[in-house]
């Protein structure tokens, strides 16, 4: 079995089941935000104050923001290293293949720490 240097999890099958439960916890998230708009007859910025100070919303909240980071790191990685190299052959596509994933990285590290930061307060 292939194990990539650059993938989340330890193989192919990690990565596949990371990405099945993190949609599932994404999905969960979506559903439970939806019924809460549509259940709640006036929403006011208090009401919507009071969910996220709960300390479930929170760690639901952020289980989902980890979930939306490691299933895009895994989808933005296949993306590239699938296509990326089919394009380019030889040293340019593997330069190009890290850069981009550099910079992708950096963009997800960057905008987890926001996340956690809008969520507690750090």
């Known amino acids: ?8 999890g330890r193989s192919g099958l990690y990565d596949w089941m990371i990405q099945r439960v993190s949609a599932v916890v994404m999905a969960a998230y979506t559903i439970f935000l939806a019924a809460f ?12 104050k009071g969910l996220y100070a709960t300390l479930w919303m929170r760690v639901f909240s ?3 923001l980890l979930s939306i980071a490691a299933h895009a790191w895994i989808g933005l990685w296949a993306v590239l290293t699938d296509y990326l190299t089919t394009r380019l052959m030889g040293n340019k596509a593997t330069i190009l293949r890290v850069l981009m994933q550099m910079v992708l990285g950096l963009i997800t590290v960057t905008y987890v720490v926001w996340g956690i930061e809008i969520l507690w307060g750090v």
């Open 1 to 8: 079995m292939v194990t990539a240097v650059t993938s989340f």
């Open 37 to 48: 708009i549509l259940l709640t007859p006036e929403l006011t910025y208090e009401i919507w």
């Open 62 to 64: 952020l289980i989902t």
